[in-house]
């Protein structure tokens, strides 16, 4: 299985978007159980909003110790999908503690076979399943002066650089690490639900998608905004400082996620 980034090395958020054959495409993913979770990004979207055909959602956390999401990202991550999400059976939350992965910085390769050795939940029958790697190392994109911190790379699937939140916050006084941390987990979550326009069907594109920052959104204070001057790593604490708390999603990306099913 192969696939080709297309676009989209981001600045202060990241976000690959994959295209290239598909896994469901081949005959052996026939018998694949897990081949509902190898779709390419945002083809899921109307699946985790609505209530049509899953009416549950379980999202995993994987992590070695050490790297464990905060307790207020888990709380608030809930939150938010409640308030976004058909889901009548509820949104459950599994934690998978596993061996700390060898080999960092990862390329994006390397988070796939960490998913494929350590991934426990699946889609199946009326429960859909989002997977969220907490990773012990940052990326290998990852440059003096540029960071990733987190990249939704497939139809369920995100990944967060615990570690470079936790070096941006020694390394900058007044650095929020839940606010950091949930604010990229969303805004990740955000790309799973197909924003912005991702598989190009969103209703009013036009007045919302960036064109310059493409897959992001113009309005400066919703989540799915793509900060240009976020490109440093000094910028993230700055940002951060300015804001204070997690970005909501605005009216616009809310209308979107109602498109296809959302509450
Ligand atoms: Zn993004
Ligand atoms: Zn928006």
Same mark, same amino acid.
């Given at each position: 299985?192969?696939?080709?980034?297309?676009?989209?090395?981001?600045?202060?958020?990241?976000?690959?978007?994959? *295209?290239?054959?598909?896994?469901?495409? @081949? /005959?052996?993913?026939?018998?694949?159980? !897990?081949? %509902?979770?190898?779709? +390419? =990004? $945002? *083809?899921?979207?109307?699946?985790?909003? @609505? /209530?049509?055909?899953?009416?549950?959602? !379980?999202? %995993?956390?994987?992590? +070695? =110790? $050490?790297?464990?999401?905060?307790?207020?990202?888990?709380?608030?991550?809930?939150?938010?999908?409640?308030?976004?999400?058909?889901?009548?059976? $509820?949104?459950?939350?599994k934690e998978t503690v596993i061996n700390p992965p060898?080999?960092?910085?990862?390329?994006?390769?390397?988070?796939?076979?960490?998913?494929?050795?350590?991934?426990?939940?699946?889609?199946?029958?009326?429960?859909?399943?989002?997977?969220?790697?907490?990773?012990?190392?940052?990326?290998?994109?990852?440059?003096?002066?540029?960071?990733?911190?987190?990249?939704?790379?497939?139809?369920?699937?995100?990944?967060?650089?615990?570690?470079?939140?936790?070096?941006?916050?020694?390394?900058?006084?007044?650095?929020?690490?839940?606010?950091?941390?949930?604010?990229?987990?969303?805004?990740?979550?955000?790309?799973?639900?197909?924003?912005?326009?991702?598989?190009?069907?969103?209703?009013?594109?036009?007045?919302?998608?960036?064109?310059?920052?493409?897959?992001?959104?113009?309005?400066?204070?919703?989540?799915?905004?793509?900060?240009?001057?976020?490109?440093?790593?000094?910028?993230?604490?700055?940002?951060?400082?300015?804001?204070?708390?997690?970005?909501?999603?605005?009216?616009?990306?809310?209308?979107?996620?109602?498109?296809?099913?959302?509450?």
């Amino acid at each position: 299985m192969k696939f080709s980034p297309v676009a989209l090395f981001f600045l202060f958020f990241s976000t690959l978007v994959f *295209t290239g054959c598909k896994s469901d495409d @081949s /005959d052996e993913a026939i018998n694949d159980p !897990t081949a %509902e979770n190898k779709k +390419s =990004l $945002g *083809t899921s979207a109307e699946d985790i909003l @609505s /209530d049509d055909i899953y009416k549950s959602m !379980t999202v %995993e956390l994987v992590y +070695s =110790l $050490g790297f464990e999401p905060e307790e207020q990202t888990k709380n608030m991550l809930t939150q938010f999908l409640n308030a976004r999400v058909n889901k009548p059976g $509820g949104v459950i939350v599994k934690e998978t503690v596993i061996n700390p992965p060898q080999g960092a910085p990862f390329d994006i390769d390397e988070i796939k076979e960490i998913e494929e050795n350590n991934r426990t939940a699946y889609t199946a029958e009326d429960d859909l399943a989002v997977y969220v790697f907490f990773s012990n190392g940052n990326s290998s994109k990852d440059t003096e002066t540029r960071v990733t911190l987190g990249t939704a790379y497939l139809n369920t699937s995100i990944v967060l650089y615990k570690k470079t939140f936790l070096d941006l916050v020694a390394n900058n006084q007044g650095t929020d690490l839940a606010t950091l941390e949930t604010t990229t987990l969303e805004h990740e979550f955000g790309h799973i639900l197909s924003l912005v326009n991702i598989t190009d069907d969103d209703i009013h594109p036009e007045n919302h998608e960036d064109t310059a920052n493409s897959r992001h959104c113009v309005v400066e204070n919703c989540l799915m905004y793509f900060e240009a001057t976020n490109t440093e790593r000094a910028t993230v604490t700055r940002f951060l400082q300015s804001r204070g708390n997690v970005p909501e999603l605005d009216p616009l990306c809310i209308a979107d996620l109602q498109a296809k099913g959302g509450k």
